[in-house]
């Protein structure tokens, strides 16, 4: 079955520059999630988009930004980064369904790494 | 959500049973009580998920307080790729899907051979 597809796996990025991680969700599945997951922490929800419309607000900083396009893939826009930025970034994608309990599907990752 | 309190870590041998507790005092009854499971350096995964009756599936069984203040996730047989961090969410009825999922700390799980 297909899955949830984040890439790139790895990013080593120096800062200030700039980063953008990209999501492909679940066929069908019309939510998308972006986590951020520092050393040792448990992920933390960042931004979800509904239908290519932002949808909920985490913690996440003024310097990213995030889009939800029309085959419904992501991208998470990392701008000015810091060494605080490095973290596992997950995606995660679910159809808008109450009660499915099972359909929150996460992808494996990008590791970002700022030097 | 509401919250849960699980223990930092377990530990566990294995090929033996496991069972993780989650405590859920203030539960409201539309919520549904979800496990997801985080490994090594990858995404968190769905575990199991029930509203007040036992539940199994092919990765492990949830047994549910009568009074749904607790619950409890058991792996029948551990093994040593059941190592991970598993998180006890409670979730309504009708964010499930809607909204993001929010993990709290988990427990740790360590499967000694």
């Known amino acids: 079955a297909a899955g949830v597809i984040q890439s790139p796996r790895h990013l080593i990025k120096e800062k200030r520059e700039t980063a953008t991680l990209k999501c492909y969700p679940i066929p069908r599945h019309d939510t998308v999630y972006w986590y951020q997951q520092g050393p040792g922490q448990d992920p933390q929800f960042l931004i979800s988009f509904y239908e290519k419309m932002q949808s909920d607000k985490g913690s996440i900083p003024d310097r990213f930004s995030a889009q939800q396009f029309s085959d419904y893939h992501s991208e998470l826009n990392m701008s000015s980064l810091e060494l605080g930025d490095s973290a596992l970034y997950f995606c995660?994608?679910?159809?808008?369904?109450?009660?499915?309990?099972?359909?929150?599907?996460f992808g494996s990752g990008t590791r970002l790494t700022v030097v | 959500d509401a919250k849960t309190t699980q223990p930092n870590s377990m530990e566990s041998n294995e090929e033996e049973p496991v069972h993780l507790p989650c405590n859920h005092s203030t539960i409201s009854g539309t919520d549904y009580i979800h496990w997801y499971r985080q490994l090594p350096s990858q995404g968190p995964e769905y575990v199991i998920h029930?509203?007040?009756s036992n539940v199994n599936n092919r990765m492990a069984s949830l047994a549910i307080a009568e009074d749904r203040k607790s619950s409890t996730l058991i792996l029948h047989r551990a093994t040593l790729r059941d190592a991970a961090v598993y998180y006890c969410?409670?979730?309504?009825?009708?964010?499930?899907?809607?909204?993001?999922?929010?993990f709290g700390s988990g427990t740790r799980l360590q499967v000694q051979p």
């Open positions: 995660a994608s679910s159809l808008r369904s109450p009660g499915q309990g099972h359909g929150y599907t």
């Open positions: 969410i409670l979730r309504d009825y009708w964010d499930t899907g809607r909204r993001a999922l929010t």
């Open positions: 029930g509203l007040t």
